[in-house]
Nanobody
Framework: QVRLVESGGGLVQAGGSLRLSCQASGRTFATSGMGWFRQAPGKGRELVSV???????YYVDSVKGRFTISRDKLKNTVDLQMNSLKPEDTAVYYCGAGNGALRVDGRNKEPNYWGQGTQVTVSS
């Protein structure tokens, strides 16, 4: 049984930092098969960051230069270092994993598996 467990969310002031971590169990995933998503109140879920099918790092425009994704295949984890946080980063952050790459040729792919989510709240 595949499980994705996120950790590291919390409340932080604007300008602060948080590090999210996702531990996968039950199977291993390709480098490009795990990533981070978020859903802000009243909005749809969006892809925040992932390694694309060629191994390049992808970030949604709103987090470029502030967030950094890292992947440890041996530990089967994917982390998201979030710096210079803004109130608009407030959301539930989800780890997603797929049987294939989550971003291919500029197109996002729906994960096959989801974590339970971790709340990130950035106060102004």
């Amino acid at each position: 049984q595949v499980r994705l467990v996120e950790s590291g969310g919390g409340l932080v002031q604007a300008g602060g930092s948080l590090r999210l971590s996702c531990q996968a169990s039950g199977r291993t995933f390709a480098t490009s098969g795990m990533g981070w998503f978020r859903q802000a109140p009243g909005k749809g879920r969006e892809l925040v960051s992932v390694f694309d099918w060629l191994g390049g790092e992808y970030y949604v425009d709103s987090v470029k230069g502030r967030f950094t994704i890292s992947r440890d295949k041996l530990k089967n984890t994917v982390d998201l270092q979030m710096n210079s946080l803004k109130p608009e980063d407030t959301a539930v952050y989800y780890c997603g994993a797929g049987n294939g790459a989550l971003r291919v040729d500029g197109r996002n792919k729906e994960p096959n598996y989801w974590g339970q989510g971790t709340q990130v709240t950035v106060s102004s």
